[in-house]
């Protein structure tokens, strides 16, 4: 042990007489203490040589936050002397010159710098001086953080504002931090906070901002502790308003039901409190309500061909409200399946075709962009398409309004474009399967007032 801290003194002692800077001869461990309130602090140093190497003389001051310095102590070889006002709180450690604090008190915080002679007895009449200062903060610790929300009732959607507050009851030098469902929450455009983060306004609160907060405070000398979840709970909606049913075909917003049948439908938003819903059937003469709740049953036998209903949703709170229309069609549903399966043969033809045409439409289109959009040269190339390319000739009668599902896009083309007026970008859009779907309603819609029965085969 002795030989090696002989060792390192050798070392050093070289290196300070090469360098003229050299290696420690003392060390402290951190430049930066955190005490706490009431406890102690050691300001503790390590000397890199044996102490009975060298003969020792120094000081150690305190510089407060206002910057008055006053000496600790001073000491050397024989005696130490302690001032009067801290004889009772300090503590100093003659071998290593560390220095212990009691009962640290708000006071205490600041600088404290030990400057130190040295006097190595193997060099005589060199005295080398150390200097080192310490940065000492004193904190109390953070009690448990209370949580406090304005308003403490549930709160509307965007016509309210949401004050949350954290306090604690000890503690200084607190950080503040946010949560919601154990999240961390940062400043944006709603989400506002006081400068110390203690309070957080959410201005105005809207349906995401559901959830569980929490506040969270450490400081230099806590662990972070957590308050209590409060739960924020917000009235919003109707939003995403939906119509479904088990039973039908749906083609957008077209269910077709078999005559006869039952059919449930089912009217469904997303909304804080839950919806009332109010059925409504729409005809060209009169709208009435038929029922309430969130289910429709509908007896297709005591319906028109088509029919047209409504779903609306009412949030009572929110006073917001939301609908969504569909059509009812009764068709025999299974002769429309047999039909599909009937025609398995042209429909792989239609979708040759429809592959074909998209080929043909994309090719032209590429044809146009190139010749800087001419129309009407597009448009009589699909007009003077071989009548029979197309799978069926467009009927004058429609003796048998079943017919007609099917191949609507290809019905439609002529009559979706308005000849002339037609444009490079109207040519693009047919080949979006949007389009083809408001084809579908279109025909489906035109179904002609004509008795159910004639639809069946
Ligand atoms: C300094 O000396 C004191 C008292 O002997 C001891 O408690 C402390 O651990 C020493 N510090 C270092 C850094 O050696
Ligand atoms: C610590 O200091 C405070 C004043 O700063 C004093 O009230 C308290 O009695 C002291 N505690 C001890 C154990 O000396
Ligand atoms: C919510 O805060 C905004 C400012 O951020 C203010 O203009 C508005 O009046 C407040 N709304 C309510 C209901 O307090
Ligand atoms: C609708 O009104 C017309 C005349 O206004 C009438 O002929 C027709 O029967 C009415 N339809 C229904 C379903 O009431
Ligand atoms: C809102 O509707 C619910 C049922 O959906 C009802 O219980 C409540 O009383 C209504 N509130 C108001 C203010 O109408």
């Not at 407060?64 to 000496?71: D, P, Q, R, Y």
């Not at 310490?134 to 304005?150: A, F, L, Y």
Request: aromatic share 8%; net charge neutral.
């Amino acid at each position: 042990m002795e030989a090696t801290r002989t060792t390192v003194l050798c070392v050093c002692s070289v290196l300070f007489a090469l360098t003229d800077v050299g290696c420690e001869l003392i060390h402290i461990r951190s430049s930066v203490h955190h005490g706490t309130k009431g406890k102690d602090l050691l300001l503790s140093v390590d000397a890199r040589f044996p102490p009975d190497a060298a003969e020792i003389q120094g000081s150690w001051s305190h510089i407060n936050v206002n910057g008055a310095s006053t000496i600790l102590v001073s000491f050397n070889k024989d005696s130490k002397i302690i001032d009067m006002m801290y004889r009772k709180r300090l503590d100093f450690k003659e071998p290593n010159a560390s220095l212990s604090i009691r009962n640290l008190s708000e006071d205490d915080e600041g600088y404290y710098k030990l400057s130190l002679n040295i006097e190595f007895h193997s060099e005589k009449g060199t005295v080398k001086k150390e200097e080192r200062t310490i940065h000492v903060t004193v904190d109390e610790p953070v009690s448990r953080p209370v949580i406090e929300r304005k308003p403490s009732y549930t709160v509307i959607e965007d016509k309210a504002n949401v004050t949350w507050t954290c306090s604690v009851e000890k503690g200084t030098r607190v950080a503040f931090r946010w949560l919601r469902d154990n999240v961390l929450l940062t400043p944006s455009e709603r989400y506002h906070f006081t400068q110390d983060k203690s309070t957080l306004l959410i201005s105005p609160v809207r349906k995401e901002d559901k959830g569980t907060y929490r506040c969270a405070v450490s400081n230099p000398v806590s662990q972070i502790m957590e308050s209590r979840g409060v739960e924020l709970n917000v009235y919003y909606g109707p939003y995403n308003l939906e119509v479904n049913s088990g039973q039908g075909l749906r083609t957008g917003k077209v269910f077709t039901i078999n005559p006869g049948e039952l059919v449930h439908f089912e009217c469904q938003a997303d909304s804080n409190p839950p919806n009332s819903y109010v059925w409504i059937s729409k005809s060209p003469n009169a709208t009435k309500i038929i029922t309430t709740g969130p289910q429709l049953q509908v007896k297709s036998d005591e319906l028109a061909q088509t029919e047209d209903y409504l779903c609306r949703a009412f949030n009572n709170v929110t006073k917001k409200q939301d609908e969504a229309q569909f059509t009812l069609v009764v068709a025999s549903l299974r002769t429309v399946k047999e039909k599909y399966a009937d025609d398995g043969r042209s429909t792989s033809l239609l979708a040759a075709i429809a592959v074909c045409s998209s080929f043909i439409i994309g090719f032209m289109l590429l044809f146009l962009f190139r010749r800087a959009c001419h129309p009407k040269r597009v448009l009589m190339n699909i007009y003077n398409r071989p009548f029979s390319e197309q799978k069926r000739p467009h009927r004058s009668g429609h003796e048998d309004a079943a017919d007609d599902f099917g191949i609507y896009e290809f019905v439609s083309i002529p009559g979706k474009m308005d000849s002339t007026q037609s444009s490079c970008k109207s040519l693009a859009r047919l080949e979006s399967i949007q389009d083809m779907h408001t084809t579908i309603y279109d025909v489906i819609r035109h179904v002609p007032e004509s008795p159910s029965a004639s639809l069946l085969k």
